[in-house]
C-alpha cells in the first residue's frame, strides 16, 4: 500500500498533457496530419485514462486514510460529515479533497496540482510537522468561521510520502452564542456622590430635593445612552448595570458624566463631584457587585471624581486629573487612634516600616508612631536602611535622644527579632514593592497602613488598620492627628515634634502646596508642643556642593510643551537634589511641572512635582509610578535614560490628548 501511495503522488500531469498537445500541433503546422491524428487520438486516450485513474487515486487515497486513522466513516463509499484534505507535508499540496472541501474552497483537481496555500490564502502546516493537533488560528471563509483539526500519518517506509489530514469545523453558530453570551454579560457598577455631606451642608429640604433631581437627571441620561438601569441605593450612592456590549462605548466616551456632574452646584458654589466603580467579567451578580465595591473603594482612596474599573486581574483608572478636595472625617482619625492603641497593647513588640530611601516624611511619621508604642510600654523599632535614606540629620538628631538609642535597626535584623504577635507599621506608602524590607512586610501577619499617596492597583494587603487618605499633605500630618487623639501633650517628646514637622515641611514645600485647614490645624499642635520651625529649616539645609549640584540639574532642564520643564540627566545624583530641582524649577515664571530623570545603577528614576492643572501622579502611572496630583516619582528598572525620556514624554502627550 505505501508504495503504491507514492506511485499515485507524482506530479507534473499538467505540463505532461500541455507538452503532448504541442507536439500535436507542431504535427499539424508541418503537414504531418496523419501524425497529428494519431498524437491527437494517444493524447485523448491518456487523458481519459487520468481522468479514470483520478477516480480510482482518490478511491485509494480514501481507503488508506480511513485505514492509517482507523476511521469507520468511509465505508459504503461514505464521507466525512465536513470538509477534509489530505496534503504532502513536504511541499503542502492537496493530493486528495472530499466534496465538502471543494464546496467551500472552490479547489478543483484536474491538470493542475494546488498546494493549500493557495486555496486557503495565509494558511500555514507547520503546526503539523511540529506535532501539534490543532491550527492555532480560526478559518474564515464566505463569512463562516472554522477550526481547524489535523493529524500526521506516517508509513511504515521511512521513504514513502508523509501526509498531513486536515478536517474543517464549523463553528460559526457556537462563536456567535458564545460571543452574545459574552457581550450580555452584565457590567455592575457602583455611583457615589464623593461630597454629598458638603453639598447639602445646611440646606432646606426644598434645596436638597432640587439637589437630588438635578443629580439624577445628569446620572439617568448618561446610564440611558448605554441602556443601562440606573436606581438609587442610598442617598449618596447609586447602583447601574448595563450589558458589556456598551462598555467599549462607556470607555471610549471617557466618561464625561465626571465633568458634566462638576456643573451641578450647591447654592454655595460647591460643584459636585462623582466616583465611578464599576466590575467587570464576574461569574454572577454578587461578584460583579463586589469587583465594583472593590473599584469604588480604589476610586476613593484615589482622591475620588474618577473611573475605576476592575475585572478579574486588575484595575484601570479613568479621569482623576483634578485636585482632590479634602473629604476627611475627624471622626475616621479617632476611631482609627483608638484601634491602633488596641492592636498596640494586644503586640509583643512593633516595627515601624517606611518606603526605600526614607525621606523626611517617612522618618517623621515613623518616629510619631513610635510615641503611640511608648505610651502603650511596648518594645519598637524603626527598620531602615542606614545608608541608603535622605533624613541623614534627623536620624542623627533622634539617636542622641535616650529613648531612640538602638531603635533604628535593619531590615534582615527585624525579620530574626519579629515573631507570631508582631505587629507592622507602614508609614508613607501603601505598595509592597516600594516597602523597606518586602520580607518582614510577608514574614509578619498584623500589618497597619498610614498612607498619603493615591493608592495604586498593587497595594498592601490583608490591613488590619488602615488610614489612607489621599486628601492629606503628608504621612506626619495624619500621624499628627493621630497622636492628638490618642496621647497628652506632655507625652510627646521634642524630638517627635520635630520630626513630624519636618515630614510636613517637606511635603508642603514650606506650607505652599498641598496645604489645607488641618496641615495647618497639625502643624500648630506640633508648634504647642514644642517644634522648632527654625531647627526644622535647618534639617532641610544643603551644604555647598550639593547646592551647587542643584542648580546644574536645573541648568539641564529643557521646556516641553512651553509649561513643563524637564531634566533629563545622564549621570547619577541623589533623589534629594533630584527632588530639590524638581521643587526649584516650579519656581520659574509660567513652568507648571517638572520631571527630573536620572540614572541609578540598572534604573532608571524619576521625580516629578506640579503647581498647575497637570497631574503628575496620572502622568507617571503608567510608567509604574506614583504618588498624588501634585508630587510623585517613578522607577523604571534594566532601561536608559533616553528610553525613559521617550517613555515619559509619550506619557505626558497622552495625558494632554486625552
Not at 257 to 271: A, C, D, K, N
Not at 565 to 572: M, T
Request: hydrophobic residues 40%; contains cysteine.
Amino acid at each position: 500500500m505505501n508504495k503504491k501511495i507514492g506511485r499515485l503522488l507524482r506530479p507534473g500531469v499538467g505540463t505532461f498533457f500541455g507538452l503532448l498537445m504541442i507536439f500535436a500541433a507542431a504535427a499539424v503546422l508541418m503537414e504531418y496530419y496523419i501524425l497529428a491524428i494519431a498524437e491527437f487520438a494517444v493524447t485523448a486516450l491518456l487523458l481519459i485514462g487520468y481522468l479514470v485513474f483520478r477516480k480510482y487515486r482518490q478511491k485509494e487515497i480514501q481507503k488508506y486514510l480511513e485505514k492509517a486513522l482507523e476511521n469507520n466513516t468511509g465505508k459504503d463509499g461514505a464521507q466525512p460529515p465536513f470538509p477534509m484534505a489530505a496534503i504532502r507535508l513536504e511541499d503542502n499540496v492537496i493530493v486528495y479533497a472530499n466534496d465538502d472541501f471543494i464546496k467551500l474552497t472552490g479547489y478543483e483537481d484536474y491538470l493542475k496540482e494546488h498546494t493549500v496555500g493557495s486555496v486557503i490564502p495565509g494558511f500555514a502546516t507547520d503546526w503539523l510537522s511540529d506535532g501539534k493537533s490543532q491550527y492555532p488560528y480560526d478559518v474564515h471563509l464566505h463569512g463562516r468561521r472554522y477550526r481547524v483539526y489535523g493529524t500526521s500519518i506516517y508509513a511504515d517506509d521511512p521513504k514513502s510520502t508523509r501526509l498531513g489530514v486536515l478536517y474543517f469545523t464549523d463553528l460559526t453558530e457556537l462563536y456567535q452564542v458564545r460571543d452574545e453570551y459574552i457581550r450580555s454579560r452584565p457590567v455592575v457598577s457602583i455611583v457615589l456622590i464623593d461630597n454629598y455631606e458638603e453639598l447639602t451642608k445646611n440646606l432646606t429640604e426644598a434645596a436638597t430635593s432640587a439637589l437630588h433631581a438635578s443629580i439624577n437627571e445628569a446620572l439617568t441620561k448618561w446610564a440611558d445612552q448605554y441602556h443601562g438601569l440606573l436606581r438609587r441605593l442610598e442617598r449618596n450612592r447609586f447602583i447601574l448595570v448595563f450589558e458589556k456590549r456598551d462598555l467599549k462605548h462607556v470607555i471610549d466616551s471617557k466618561f464625561p458624566i465626571l465633568e458634566e456632574i462638576h456643573e451641578i452646584t450647591s447654592p454655595s458654589g460647591l460643584p459636585a463631584s462623582i466616583s465611578i466603580g464599576m466590575g467587570v467579567d464576574a461569574e454572577n451578580f454578587d461578584e460583579g457587585y463586589s469587583f465594583a465595591s472593590l473599584a469604588i473603594e480604589m476610586a476613593l482612596s484615589r482622591g475620588g471624581d474618577q473611573a475605576v474599573i476592575k475585572d478579574r486581574m486588575n484595575f484601570d483608572f479613568y479621569g482623576g486629573r483634578n485636585k482632590e478636595a479634602d473629604h476627611r472625617s475627624k471622626v475616621r482619625s479617632r476611631i482609627t487612634a483608638t484601634s491602633l492603641l488596641e492592636l498596640i497593647g494586644q503586640s509583643s513588640q512593633v516595627f515601624i516600616m517606611g518606603h526605600k530611601n526614607a525621606d523626611l516624611d517617612a522618618v517623621g511619621a515613623a518616629i510619631g508612631v513610635s510615641c503611640l508604642c511608648r505610651k502603650k510600654e511596648k518594645p519598637f523599632h524603626i527598620v531602615l536602611d542606614m545608608e541608603m535614606n535622605v533624613a541623614g540629620k534627623l536620624i542623627e538628631q533622634a539617636q542622641e535622644v535616650p529613648e531612640y538609642k538602638n531603635v533604628f535597626i535593619s531590615g534582615q535584623e527585624a525579620l530574626l527579632r519579629c515573631d507570631n504577635r508582631s505587629v507592622l507599621i507602614v508609614v508613607d506608602t501603601n505598595r509592597p514593592d516600594q516597602v523597606e524590607n518586602k520580607h518582614l512586610l510577608e514574614a509578619i501577619t498584623s500589618v497597619c497602613v498610614i498612607d498619603h499617596h493615591r493608592r495604586a492597583a498593587d497595594y498592601i494587603t490583608p490591613v488590619v488598620v488602615n488610614l489612607h487618605e489621599p486628601y492629606a499633605s503628608s504621612a506626619s500630618e495624619l500621624v499628627t492627628e493621630l497622636l492628638q487623639y490618642a496621647v497628652e501633650k506632655k507625652d510627646v517628646l521634642p524630638i517627635e515634634a520635630k520630626a513630624l514637622m519636618a515630614g510636613i515641611f517637606l511635603d508642603t514645600k514650606s506650607f505652599n502646596v498641598r496645604t489645607g485647614e488641618r496641615t495647618f490645624e497639625a502643624a500648630a499642635y506640633l508648634r504647642q508642643i514644642g517644634a522648632d520651625t527654625v531647627e526644622v529649616k535647618k534639617l532641610l539645609q544643603n551644604d555647598f556642593q550639593d547646592t551647587m549640584a542643584k542648580y546644574q540639574i536645573i541648568k539641564s532642564a529643557r521646556l516641553y510643551r512651553a509649561e513643563i520643564a524637564i531634566a533629563a540627566l545622564n549621570a547619577g545624583t541623589s533623589r534629594a537634589l533630584a527632588a530639590q530641582a524638581a521643587d526649584e524649577l516650579l519656581n520659574i515664571s509660567g513652568i507648571s511641572a517638572s520631571f527630573v530623570l536620572y540614572p541609578s545603577e540598572e534604573n532608571v528614576i524619576i521625580s516629578a512635582r506640579s503647581i498647575g492643572e497637570a497631574n503628575v501622579q496620572v502622568i507617571l502611572e503608567p510608567l509604574g509610578g506614583g504618588g498624588n496630583t501634585a508630587t510623585a516619582g517613578a522607577q523604571i528598572p534594566n532601561i536608559t535614560v533616553k528610553e525613559a525620556l521617550d517613555r515619559l514624554v509619550q506619557s505626558i502627550d497622552s495625558y494632554y490628548e486625552n
